[in-house]
């Protein structure tokens, strides 16, 4: 009898699982993310930018970082587009993919802070499923929210990669605030909205709970 493809990759991914169990373990070592943390004189976190497209998630992480660089701390930008020219390249907007694309980059997230740095974290991760899934990857003691609360009439008419006006076209799918919905976050820790207050605002309320 032909085997259907679900149950070939499902057989495969069976025999992934069973082969990690047996053959991986964790390695202890030596040197501990408490020790890197205290050269560096710093508290690891990550600031995990929630908004939709164009509510100044980038802008204000990134005068952020130039403000954290200046008063000598470690840290570490992971813009979402950037990271899906290489690490995430292989991942497209399905909802499969956007899961992948937030676990990844969580991962990663979570490898930096056991280096000691300050990681900033770009990503419109519209879900609040996977938000807290992000949430718990990295650990509840390092994870702050920041909720881009820029209203959808303003991104869109700030449109700055031109967007939205190819989602309303539909040459987008899946498009967070158009053809899907973005879940507003339900507990972050700071909200800041970049239509009602400025870029040194904004960067001074983050610096102030960290």
């Known amino acids: 009898m032909k085997r259907s493809i679900?149950?070939?990759?499902?057989?495969?991914?069976?025999?992934?699982?069973?082969?990690?169990?047996?053959?991986?373990?964790?390695?202890?070592?030596?040197?501990?993310?408490?020790?890197?943390?205290?050269?560096?004189?710093?508290?690891?976190?990550?600031?995990?930018?929630?908004?939709?497209s164009g509510s100044g998630k980038s802008t204000v992480a990134n005068a952020l970082e130039k403000m954290l660089y200046a008063e000598g701390m470690a840290t570490m930008l992971l813009d979402g587009d950037n990271l899906r020219m290489g690490l995430n390249c292989d991942l497209g907007f399905k909802a499969e993919d956007r899961i992948e694309n937030i676990r990844r980059v969580a991962e990663v997230a979570k490898?930096?802070?056991?280096?000691?740095?300050?990681?900033?974290?770009?990503?419109?991760?519209?879900?609040?499923?996977?938000?807290?899934h992000?949430?718990?990857i990295i650990g509840e003691d390092s994870f702050v929210e920041i909720y881009m609360n820029t209203s959808l009439e303003t991104c869109e008419s700030r449109d700055v990669k031109g967007l939205?006006?190819?989602?309303?076209n539909g040459e987008i799918l899946n498009f967070s605030g158009i053809s899907s919905p973005y879940e507003v976050p339900s507990h972050p820790?700071?909200?800041?909205?970049?239509?009602?207050?400025?870029?040194?605002?904004s960067v001074n309320r983050i610096r102030g709970i960290l």
């Open 134 to 136: 992000a949430r718990t």
């Open 189 to 201: 820790n700071i909200v800041i909205d970049t239509a009602a207050e400025d870029l040194v605002t």
């Open 6 to 52: 679900k149950a070939i990759e499902n057989e495969a991914v069976g025999g992934m699982e069973r082969q990690k169990r047996e053959n991986i373990h964790w390695q202890k070592l030596s040197i501990t993310r408490k020790l890197r943390a205290e050269k560096l004189g710093q508290t690891p976190k990550t600031l995990w930018f929630t908004g939709l």
């Open 164 to 168: 939205y006006k190819k989602a309303r």
């Open 111 to 132: 490898l930096m802070n056991d280096a000691g740095l300050i990681v900033l974290v770009c990503l419109i991760s519209p879900f609040e499923e996977e938000r807290e």
